[in-house]
């Protein structure tokens, strides 16, 4: 097992954080033991060729198959469910009456492999019902890994990963992969989903600003001052009135943002 320098750590841990936010400066243990394996494959004989080779020469490919061993897509279905409750019992009611426009700007920012988007838009179309076809209601759900992004387009989920939906809606937006336990998102829900490729870290220039981003279980890699830069460019990015959801591990520094505190990982545009 190749051993990890001080000095090739300090420079490693500190590309990624200035390029991608994500903080590993407590994580030499984790990065010496996940990424082992990745200089076997490539050839390196030790962590400071790999490190030159990381800051001067690696595609986009050999940086995100880095990031991918060094940090953790663990997500399901109706994950922190009260969200989602919230979202359908308090803010697409005050939505859907005060809309003349008929669009929805949702924002889903680190949506992995992508069972958050997909729930918000089953969300939507169950709260619309009839009325669905006349909205434009398509999620934007974005992620700096093109892997996860591609399984998420795939729209294809072991049945384990369904059981805290409602039945009806699995026979109403899955459909079985033959005979076995995988089930694909039906192609009307994958059409109203849209997947880019996008580094948190970058300035947000979408088109129009958004009803409700929701950016969860994603900035507990950031440190607090990468964190409150984030959320400030949320901030501006979010309409008068509208929402961030961020997972209910994490906080906002009440200090460094104007966002107002609604109920636990729940904030608003005032």
């Known amino acids: 097992m190749n051993i990890l320098k001080e000095e090739d750590f300090i420079r490693l841990y500190t590309f990624i954080q200035k390029k991608y936010g994500i903080n590993l400066s407590k994580k030499k243990q984790l990065i010496?033991?996940?990424?082992?394996?990745?200089l076997f494959t490539m050839g390196f004989t030790d962590f400071s060729e790999y490190v030159d080779y990381i800051l001067t020469k690696a595609s986009e490919k050999d940086i995100e198959v880095m990031l991918n061993k060094l940090t953790t897509n663990y997500t399901y279905f109706m994950r922190e469910k009260v969200h989602f409750d919230f979202f359908t019992h308090t803010i697409l009611p005050a939505l859907v009456k005060n809309k003349k426009d008929k669009v929805l700007s949702i924002w889903s920012a680190g949506c992995s492999t992508g069972q958050e988007p997909?729930?918000?838009?089953?969300l939507i179309k169950e709260f619309l019902g009839k009325e669905a076809p006349l909205w434009d209601t398509r999620v934007l759900a974005t992620d700096i890994s093109q892997k996860v992004l591609l399984q998420a387009q795939k729209g294809v989920y072991?049945?384990?990963?369904?059981?805290?939906?409602?039945?009806?809606?699995?026979r109403k937006y899955f459909r079985r992969v033959g005979n076995t336990d995988?089930?694909?998102?039906?192609?009307?829900?994958?059409?109203?989903?849209?997947?880019k490729t996008f580094n948190l870290m970058d300035p947000i220039q979408f088109k129009i600003p958004f009803d409700v981003i929701f950016?969860?279980?994603?900035?507990?890699?950031?440190?607090?001052?990468?964190?409150d830069a984030l959320v400030n460019r949320f901030y501006?990015?979010?309409k008068p009135g509208g929402y961030l959801i961020i997972g209910l591990s994490e906080t906002i520094n009440k200090n460094s943002s104007n966002y107002k505190y609604i109920m636990p990982a729940t904030y608003r545009k005032i």
């Open 32 to 38: 010496e033991g996940r990424l082992n394996s990745t």
């Open 118 to 122: 997909y729930t918000l838009s089953i």
């Open 158 to 170: 072991p049945q384990d990963s369904l059981k805290d939906m409602p039945s009806e809606w699995v």
């Open 182 to 195: 995988q089930y694909e998102v039906t192609p009307e829900l994958k059409a109203n989903v849209i997947f």
């Open 215 to 227: 950016c969860r279980n994603v900035m507990i890699y950031f440190n607090q001052p990468t964190k």
């Open 236 to 238: 501006n990015s979010t």
